[in-house]
């Protein structure tokens, strides 16, 4: 027998979405109405672990930074896509093998095209 899926099913998803915003919005009002609110020359100041800054924070800095940080995402989660294909390894068959081959090499072509301009040489 199969079932149908209707709006009513959903009614206890969406009542737990309603009682889970509820409480962070009653949470946050009530601590901001009932908190103190003392400003000090200590508590506006920026704390970075314990050493106090210096200079202007918004120094330029290299666009390396970035691109290592973009690329290490990039392949980080190219990756994840491989460990599924891991687990199945055996229900997927000769298919899922050239699939992943073609993957992995969609993979290795980015890579070399990467090392190619350099994106990883610091100067």
Do not use: C
């Amino acid at each position: 027998m199969e079932t149908q899926s209707t709006a009513i099913n959903y009614l206890p998803i969406i009542f737990q979405i309603l009682v889970a915003m509820g409480f962070v919005v009653g949470t946050m009002v009530v601590t901001h109405l009932i908190g103190p609110k003392r400003k000090t020359s200590d508590k506006l100041t920026s704390f970075e672990a314990g050493i106090e800054s210096k200079g202007n924070a918004r120094q330029p800095f290299s666009i390396k930074y970035f691109l290592v940080a973009i690329l290490f995402v990039l392949f980080d989660v190219e990756v994840i896509f491989m460990y599924p294909w891991a687990v199945n390894f055996r229900e997927l068959g000769q298919d899922g093998l050239i699939e992943m081959f073609l993957f992995m090499g969609t993979l290795l072509l980015g890579f070399i095209y990467i090392i190619k301009k350099g994106a990883l040489n610091w100067e």
